[in-house]
């Protein structure tokens, strides 16, 4: 990459930047919108709204904003005190991820105003909101009387000045809360412009990355291997969508990057293309259907990238430490660790009282139409199958109102193939075919709590398969069947303030097989972790700590059972001015002793950072990382370390 690419790259993120900003200064006509509940069930015009409340407060609000669960329950003491006849409150929420997991934020937390959802975006770039941001709008008479942005102190006292403030006089608060609502109307306003209004939102990134090592097999903070010397890596994700029709929205992701093609095979954005992708999406009432790229996950036994409930936070495992996916966790991904996978086929949900179903088919790899003679000479890598994903879920939950946490169930199955016809391994040179397979895995789980402070949960294999195919001497088909077994049960203590501890136990036969399982989960492992969450210093201090001890389910004939242990404790803190810091040790050991293939694995790990936010959309942070690894055998044993030296500049928009 060229110090002029990366100028280029950096300048056109800031340039997208400043053209999606909108102005929605004091006195200005209140852009117009139609949007839905989050469960569909009703939709809300704001003209209609607008006309019936003389006053209207939209919170806008984001599951990745970090006080914003609290601002909501400030919003709700204000609506308490002043919604009725002239006053209402409405949440505008933009995540397109998990809509059961909103309602239960909303449900879990008491808020009882309306709450929106604005898929994509639209509505929130209308109204000038930045990525992530808690912004609270006062609409008085259809015009903007006083904007909000991040305001520090309490939301409610906060909304009772703009109330108060902003507009005339007031008169003294009712009572009691009003419980009119604005009446249902189409999706569609009388000249049209929230339906065909646009978005743009994205997030840029540059790292740069040293990487001391000495010795062999030298690792990273999650078992990846690493070798010495600098690199410069960026990524530009811009993201553009509009609402070309009342129940119709289409859009684009344009990807700039320095980062390969590896990182698109190996995840969590399975592209077919490095310069992006696009989608379209039909939404209507309760139902959605999107065909193009999308994000999901399920659950860590059958479709997700990274469970933080099974490694620590300042570090991890990327499972047997092999494939394209360990080795692109941290050097050469510039990508997140979270739970989400993105991929490009299409994806349909209904949501109904209470619950949501969602069916999706992909394509995560495409076939590799490689010749021997290029595979051979190291031009090209092998040729193989395209592979095609596909399952449903059903999900369901429920508040307690004498706990005030969720009763959760769900189902779901998820099945991947290797297409045999797509690659013709002979007619490309090849002396044979490669063996191809498929695989099923069908999963349920439930969560459940048991007192006020403590709920129960788990999830359990029903029905695990794979399936290896190949060609025998006579040039039949022949078939390789294993079956696997597998599940997690625990509870977990919720504390004030964030406090927790949960404990799980876990269990996992050789036979477990699922390809987009959590990276961390393996096959042939039993034992227990635990996890906790201290907030310190008036909250503004966060201690975690990990422990995991699993052994090995079925040891190899006539050897002990290998034990794997991994500990690890971190520290955030929030040092104010935009500042924060980080610190954490991590330590993992795989052995196994006797005198049938003995062997002694170690890796221990420091980490320290230091964040400073900028501009609230801007993040500047500075890494360090030692890794010592050590190997030891009968026959030999070696020792590495790396010391990994990181600055990344990250902006949303």
């Not at 109330?163 to 009712?174: Q, R």
């Not at 090209?380 to 199958?385: G, H, V």
């Amino acid at each position: 990459m060229t110090r002029r690419s990366t100028i280029a790259a950096a300048a056109l993120a800031a340039a997208v930047t400043v053209l999606g900003c909108v102005d929605t200064a004091a006195g200005t006509e209140a852009p117009p919108f139609a949007l839905r509940t989050l469960d569909g069930s009703e939709a809300i015009e704001s003209s209609a709204l607008f006309a019936e409340y003389g006053h209207v407060f939209l919170v806008f609000w984001s599951g990745g904003c970090p006080h914003c669960v609290e601002a909501l329950r400030g919003a709700q003491a204000f609506f308490r005190r002043y919604g009725g006849p002239d006053v209402t409150v409405a949440g505008v929420n933009a995540d397109e991820g998990d809509l059961l997991a909103l309602r239960r934020t909303i449900e879990t937390n008491g808020i009882s105003f309306r709450q929106l959802r604005d898929p994509g975006g639209i509505v929130s770039g209308a109204y000038g909101v930045p990525f992530e941001t808690l912004v609270i709008v006062h609409v008085a008479g259809g015009a903007v009387a006083g904007t909000r942005t991040d305001p520090e102190g309490a939301i409610d006292a906060t909304m009772e000045e703009m109330l108060l403030g902003d507009a005339a006089p007031f008169p003294d608060a009712p009572e009691t809360a009003g419980t009119g609502a604005a009446p249902a109307a189409g999706t569609e306003d009388e000249n049209g412009k929230a339906v065909f209004g646009s978005s743009i939102r994205g997030w840029s990134r540059i790292r740069f990355l040293d990487i001391d090592s000495r010795g062999e097999d030298a690792a990273g903070l999650y078992g990846e291997p690493v070798r010495p010397g600098g690199r410069i890596d960026y990524r530009v994700e811009i993201e553009a969508s509009k609402r070309v029709a009342a129940h119709l929205r289409a859009g684009a992701l344009l990807r700039i990057s320095s980062e390969g093609d590896r990182v698109l095979e190996s995840g969590p954005k399975y592209l077919g293309s490095p310069l992006g992708s696009a989608f379209a999406e039909i939404d209507a009432a309760a139902f959605t259907f999107r065909l193009g790229y999308y994000s999901m996950y399920m659950t860590p036994l059958t479709l997700m990238r990274w469970d933080w409930d099974d490694n620590p936070r300042v570090g991890g495992d990327a499972g047997c430490g092999c494939g394209a996916a360990a080795g692109t966790l941290l050097v050469e991904s510039l990508d997140d660790l979270a739970p989400e996978l993105t991929f490009e086929g299409a994806l349909a949900a209904y949501a109904f009282f209470g619950g949501e179903i969602r069916a999706f088919y992909a394509i995560p790899r495409r076939a590799r139409e490689t010749p021997r003679g290029a595979w051979i000479t190291g031009a090209e890598e092998r040729a193989r199958y395209s592979l095609e994903l596909y399952g449903a879920e059903w999900r369901w939950q429920r508040v307690s109102p004498f706990s005030g946490t969720a009763w959760k169930l769900g189902a779901r199955y998820v099945g991947s193939r290797e297409f045999r016809h797509s690659v013709d391994f002979v007619e490309l040179g090849y002396p044979a075919f490669d063996p191809w397979w498929e695989s099923g895995i069908a999963t349920v789980s439930f969560e459940a709590p048991l007192a006020g402070f403590v709920r129960a949960r788990a999830e359990g294999v029903v029905w695990n398969r794979a399936t290896q195919y190949g060609r025998g001497a006579s040039g039949d088909t022949i078939a390789f069947r294993d079956d696997g077994r597998a599940g997690v049960a625990g509870v977990v203590f919720d504390g004030p303030r964030g406090a927790s501890l949960a404990i799980d136990y876990l269990l996992f036969d050789p036979g477990f097989f699922a390809p987009f399982a959590a990276l961390s989960y393996e096959p042939n492992r039993e034992g227990y972790r635990a996890a906790a969450r201290a907030p310190l210093a008036r909250s503004r201090v966060d201690a975690d700590l990990f422990y995991k001890r699993v052994l090995e389910h079925t040891p190899l004939f006539g050897a002990e059972r290998a034990v794997i242990e991994t500990s690890g404790i971190s520290i955030t803190g929030d040092l104010g001015g935009g500042f924060g810091a980080t610190a954490g040790w991590i330590e993992e050991s795989d052995e196994r002793g006797g005198e049938v293939f003995p062997y002694s694995l170690s890796r221990r790990a420091v980490e320290a950072g230091l964040q400073f936010g900028f501009a609230k959309s801007g993040v500047v942070e500075l890494r360090y990382n030692r890794v010592r690894s050590e190997e030891s055998s009968p026959s030999a044993s070696s020792r590495a370390t790396a010391d990994l030296y990181a600055l990344y500049t990250t902006i949303r928009f």
